[in-house]
């Protein structure tokens, strides 16, 4: 089985799942690269109307995988390059990664939600910090856990969770480390909901109208019958002027990610629309 398994449902929810249950779904193999994959595909991809994000097993994500680390870094320190040369390339591998996984993520313009099962910690948090929405079973935990490790943080956790709980929160548990279980975590606003009574998957809250918005069908001009209202009341203005399917402003997303990209160390360029890249075809052939 992959590392991570890729679904498309006919009511255009792609569900993505961490597929590494022995290591609780920890950041090693082919997790990560998969996972980039498969959400730049959702991300270009017209019939996918919300992301999911979920892990299989007892965890969401533990995060970094630590042993996997260790052995990675012992085979660098052979030779071939020197202590600066290997820190400089796994600082630059690690944000190429940031940015291709949380960072597309939070920037997605379509909704993303995290189903949380188990634990969700270190950089797991982070993947379910980024998305829009964060739904966990009464079971999951939740953790920043880095300063075990002694690390600062990673994968735009410190960014996101500061705006979600607050600063002097979000510090708090960065300095400590602490473990909250689901009901805490919503409580303080960390959580978006929580599921009672066993695992949480997409099928629960909150539900198809999120997932896949369609439009009720309006009956048209000529199909109406006599009796029905021609001059258009405030049930017509309301249809007029529908705002049509969720899934946020990318205008707004754009203005709200300067930080961010100072945080990642990346500067983000959103990539060409199917108009764009049909026009340089058509300059390039000379057509």
């Known amino acids: 089985m992959p590392?991570?398994?890729?679904?498309k449902r006919d009511n255009g929810v792609a569900l993505i799942t961490l597929n590494r249950p022995d290591s609780?779904?920890?950041?090693?193999?082919?997790?990560?690269?998969?996972?980039?994959?498969?959400l730049d595909e959702s991300r270009w991809d017209n019939t996918v109307r919300c992301v999911v994000l979920t892990g299989a097993g007892r965890a969401?994500?533990?995060?970094?995988?630590?042993?996997?680390?260790a052995a990675q870094g012992g085979r660098e320190s052979d030779g071939k390059r020197s202590p600066a040369a290997s820190f400089a390339y796994g600082v630059d591998e690690l944000r190429e990664s940031q940015r291709r996984t949380s960072y597309t993520l939070h920037t997605m313009p379509k909704p993303t939600i995290a189903m949380v099962n188990g634990h969700a910690v270190g950089a797991g948090l982070s993947l379910a910090l980024a998305c829009d929405i964060?739904?966990?079973?009464?079971?999951?935990?939740?953790?920043?856990?880095?300063?075990n490790v002694g690390f600062s943080g990673?994968?735009?956790?410190?960014?996101?969770?500061?705006?979600?709980?607050?600063n002097e929160r979000a510090r708090l548990l960065y300095f400590t480390g602490q473990i909250l279980e689901a009901p805490e975590a919503e409580r303080i606003g960390m959580v978006s909901k929580v599921v009672y009574g066993?695992?949480?998957?997409?099928?629960?809250?909150?539900?198809?109208?999120?997932c896949s918005y369609e439009r009720e069908p309006q009956p048209r001009r000529d199909d109406r019958s006599a009796d029905a209202p021609r001059t258009g009341g405030a049930e017509h203005a309301a249809v007029r002027h529908d705002p049509g399917p969720p899934g946020g402003s990318a205008r707004l997303r754009r203005k709200a990610n300067t930080d961010l990209q100072r945080s990642i160390g990346q500067r983000w360029k959103p990539g060409p629309s199917a108009a764009s890249k049909s026009r340089y075809t058509t300059r390039a052939s000379g057509s």
């Open 24 to 38: 609780l779904n920890a950041m090693g193999g082919d997790l990560m690269p998969l996972l980039a994959q498969h």
């Open 60 to 69: 969401f994500c533990a995060g970094g995988d630590v042993k996997n680390m």
């Open 3 to 7: 590392d991570v398994i890729f679904e």
């Open 154 to 166: 990673d994968f735009g956790g410190s960014y996101f969770l500061q705006r979600l709980v607050g």
């Open 198 to 210: 066993g695992r949480v998957n997409h099928r629960q809250w909150p539900g198809p109208r999120l």
């Open 134 to 147: 964060r739904i966990a079973s009464d079971r999951a935990k939740f953790g920043t856990v880095f300063r």
